[in-house]
């Protein structure tokens, strides 16, 4: 994969996971009863909503002009980003577990990529 799109690739990844504390932010301000006019008040879900669209055209696109084999390993880096961001931006704990198994994640992430 091109350095070019090896960032799409990035900023898509990095869009989803966005998506994905904005959606807890959403989950968050729910009310106790739901209903869809509630649902559609909810910025936050509406947000992540856009994002998410946004994104999986975006993804589309990579799928395009990439390997599927070469591309999937990067989604991989959602399981480092989301719980990094919602340490600092929500104040969620993180452990030290979620930091090696992030490491692990990026190695094979960079084994996987260089195959192509």
């Not at 799409?8 to 994905?20: A, F, P, R």
């Not at 990579?62 to 989604?75: G, W």
């Amino acid at each position: 994969m091109s350095i070019r799109l090896s960032l799409y690739t990035l900023l898509c990844v990095l869009g989803i996971s966005i998506g994905q504390l904005l959606f807890k932010k959403a989950a968050t301000t729910l009310p106790a009863t739901l209903s869809p006019f509630g649902l559609l008040q909810n910025r936050w879900l509406m947000a992540a909503l856009v994002l998410y669209g946004v994104t999986t055209l975006g993804w589309v696109w990579i799928l395009r002009n990439a390997p599927l084999h070469l591309a999937y390993p990067f989604m991989g880096l959602a399981f480092l980003i989301v719980p990094i961001l919602a340490w600092l931006l929500l104040g969620e704990p993180i452990g030290w577990q979620t930091l090696a198994g992030g490491a692990l994640i990026l190695a094979g992430v960079a084994l996987a990529s260089n195959n192509g």
